[in-house]
């Protein structure tokens, strides 16, 4: 058996409550429920994301500062300290690497740790 919502008050209670805030609020929210809660929950939302905007614009200057336009005595000093590239001498450095002297080791097993033979 079921009760509802509906909070028992007296009399005095009931104008008590009818004339709090809370009571107030409750009568105008049935009356206009747009203008007394819809409203104001929108507006909040709109002026959140305007107030929240200006933290995510500090990120995309802090991204922009990163990427900044190159002048000519930059790319110049960058191309000053580059080291030569060959096509052949990279691929003999490449195979070189291949060479080194070295085994392949098996791993030391535990005690009692199987050898996994299939």
């Known amino acids: 058996m079921s009760f509802g919502g509906k909070k028992f008050r ?7 409550y009818e004339a709090s805030l809370a009571g107030r609020y409750k009568k105008v ?3 206009h ?3 007394s ?3 104001p929950f929108c ?3 709109v002026l959140g994301s305007i ?8 990120k995309y200057e802090r991204d ?5 336009e190159i002048n000519e005595e930059d790319i110049l000093k960058m191309k000053k300290n580059q080291r030569e590239f060959d096509i052949k001498e990279e691929y003999y450095r490449l195979q070189g690497l291949s060479e ?6 098996r791993v030391a097993r535990l005690k009692d740790e199987s050898e996994n033979v299939w």
């Open 10 to 16: 007296s009399r005095r209670q009931q104008l008590a």
């Open 29 to 31: 929210l049935s009356k």
């Open 33 to 35: 429920p747009f203008l």
């Open 37 to 39: 809660f819809g409203l």
């Open 43 to 45: 507006a909040a939302m």
């Open 51 to 58: 107030w929240l905007s200006s933290f995510t614009a500090v």
């Open 64 to 68: 922009d500062r990163k990427v900044q």
């Open 100 to 105: 080194e002297d070295w085994e392949p080791v």
